[in-house]
């Protein structure tokens, strides 16, 4: 079955700091590979997507992620956090032909100002 | 641009009681997918419909129906209403499936007394 693990549930950095964010999936076959947002209160966003290419692929606001097939992750990675960047991130995977998606835990990030 | 669509954004229920969420997809899609986020949760998914017929189903209660119309709108019909049943419900919409990243809404969140 397929499954996606978050490491972290919950980070705490200072502004600044750099942030890497652990996504490791499990699946059988070709794979989709999501990460999105939740700021406090609003719904998911779309940070950046893997559907094939470049295994290193930039999204907004400076975030970043890259794909080891030979690991099955896709590490979220922003150089400097900001305060805004508060918020929950959830890791996801789709695949098949529905194309419907399964989540990780999600890793709630806190950034001190 | 054009984003989902969810009405209402808030709905309180009692127990036993019927709910009805609407979803209206992003204009030119024809995939639309319903997920229900419980208090602190990852959103599970539930069921979606590409051209308006069923193309799959995941954890969705006996309870609960729902279906795509002409227009490409969503309904998911829910009733005898638990409370269990309290959370957010996103619907997210895509064209085609399996290919395309799916854009959320802003969720119901739906309280049950």
């Known amino acids: 079955a397929q499954s996606v693990s978050q490491h972290n549930h919950h980070v705490i950095l200072s502004e600044a700091a750099s942030l890497e964010l652990g996504c490791n999936y499990s699946?059988?076959?070709?794979?989709?590979l999501f990460w999105y947002v939740q700021y406090p209160g609003q719904h998911l966003q779309l940070l950046l997507k893997y559907f094939s290419g470049d295994p290193l692929v930039k999204g907004i606001k400076g975030f970043e992620a890259e794909f080891i097939k030979s690991k099955f992750s896709f590490n979220l990675r922003k150089p400097s956090v900001q305060w805004s960047d508060t918020a929950e991130y959830f890791c996801a995977v789709g695949g098949g032909s529905q194309g419907n998606l399964i989540f990780g835990k999600g890793t709630k990030l806190s950034v001190k100002p | 641009a054009a984003g989902v669509i969810q009405s209402p954004r808030h709905l309180i229920k009692e127990k036993r009681e019927t709910a009805t969420l609407k979803c209206y997809p992003i204009p030119r899609h024809d995939t639309v997918y319903w997920y229900q986020q419980g208090p602190g949760q990852d959103p599970q998914f539930l069921i979606s419909f590409y051209e308006k017929m069923q193309s799959d189903k995941g954890s969705i209660p006996d309870r609960f129906s729902a279906q795509q119309f002409s227009d490409y709108h969503s309904e998911l019909n829910m009733s005898s209403l638990e409370l269990g049943d309290s959370a957010l419900y996103f619907c997210?919409?895509?064209w085609g499936q399996g290919t395309d990243t799916q854009y959320f809404g802003p969720g119901t969140r739906l309280t049950v007394l």
């Open positions: 699946y059988g076959g070709t794979v989709n």
């Open positions: 997210a919409s895509s």
